[in-house]
């Protein structure tokens, strides 16, 4: 029991009773990776493995018993890991191990209808922030304050940044929020929080979970998995059932370019705070390419220098949708639906 914190001995002690019968593990193993603040360890019980997750501190939103009411939905659809012992009291949940193998080279026969089973999913709560109103729509809400932050904090010359927070408006301004889009989502869709057991997927690490708009889920894990347009197609296809049709792609690219803009908007101010010099320039790698370390762990995104890099990728790919025919068409034919 020495890798639990002394206070949370007692507690994890009572749910190796409840779940397995016995006082403690045969062996225990850190698992490391993520941002969230939990501890998390394989334990091996009886022989078998299992994940154990110890709840010590979280962001204000993503409290255990949110956490733990969303798994209770997630687990039996098949999502999530089945779950073993659950406490919202002592913050300790024990799951089934899923020992990851590689991802397979084309993800998005796997990804979309896992998306679609989790976007059928009932009775996910809200996302509920102090800064935002309590709203169906107050993700993006909060994309918005932290892009107006982003603009009034003037990191990076008004030269490379003023087309897109202007762009950024008239996308706020005509872009349609729709409440049949708003979904029971994960909101954390990075490889680290998907397992591939080598023959299907599963997701973990839900503090994220809440409402939310389906793009926000589609848009996120297409940064890592979806690569050129015939991948989008496919992608989209699949996941709503049908041919996606136009105005569909073009709710998913906007959800894209708003989300290059929300990770930049998110990442440079706590860069900046860590101490990365945030250079007067947009020099990054290749989207592709830094993505593909991302999935393959060659990217960490722990030290501040790695996460302005992150945030200049994503302002690039935001700068080069701005560029593409594709982003006033894609506006053009949403904003129909907006303004009716």
């Known amino acids: ?27 225990i193993h850190p698992l490391v990776g993520g941002l969230s603040p939990a501890l998390v360890f394989r334990i091996v019980v009886r ?10 501190a979280w962001p204000g939103y993503a409290g255990p018993a949110r956490q733990f009411r969303i798994l209770t939905a997630a687990a039996p659809a098949g999502l999530a890991p089945a779950i073993r012992h659950m406490s919202v009291e002592d913050g300790i949940l024990i799951t089934d191990f899923i020992a990851p193998q590689p991802f397979p080279d084309r993800m998005v026969p796997h990804l979309a209808p896992l998306l679609r089973r989790l976007h059928a999913q009932p009775n996910f709560p809200r996302m509920q922030l102090p800064t935002v109103a309590d709203t169906p729509h107050a993700y993006r809400d909060w994309v918005n304050s932290m892009v107006g932050r982003l603009e009034a904090a003037r990191l990076l010359p008004e030269s490379l940044t003023a087309d897109l927070f202007r762009r950024h408006a008239e996308i706020e301004r005509l872009d349609p929020r729709t409440d049949a889009d708003v979904v029971a989502c994960h909101n954390d869709l990075k490889p680290q929080n998907m397992i591939f057991d080598g023959t299907r997927l599963w997701l973990v690490d839900w503090e994220a979970g809440f409402l939310n708009d389906r793009y926000a ?31 569909r792609r073009a709710r998913f690219f906007l959800a894209r370019h708003v989300q290059h803009l929300a ?22 790698p290749d ?36 560029a593409s025919p594709r982003f006033a068409a894609s506006l053009a034919l949403v904003s129909r639906t907006r303004t009716g």
């Open 217 to 247: 889920d589609l848009a996120m894990a297409a940064n890592f998995f979806v690569r050129d347009d015939a991948e989008e197609t496919a992608y989209l296809d699949a996941y709503f059932g049908e041919p996606a049709g136009d105005y």
């Open 263 to 284: 990770y930049a908007a998110f990442l440079l101010p706590i860069a900046a705070k860590m101490g990365a010099a945030i250079t007067p320039d947009l020099d990054a």
């Open 1 to 27: 029991m020495e890798l639990i914190p002394t206070d949370k001995q007692p507690a994890v002690a009572r749910a190796l009773s409840t779940a397995f019968g016995v006082s403690t593990f045969e062996s």
């Open 47 to 56: 022989g078998a493995s299992y994940l154990l997750r110890v709840i010590v």
């Open 287 to 322: 989207f592709q390419d830094f993505h593909r370390r991302l999935v393959t762990n060659e990217i960490e995104m722990k030290t501040a220098e790695e996460r302005a890099l992150y945030a200049k990728v994503h302002l690039n790919a935001a700068r080069s949708n701005l």
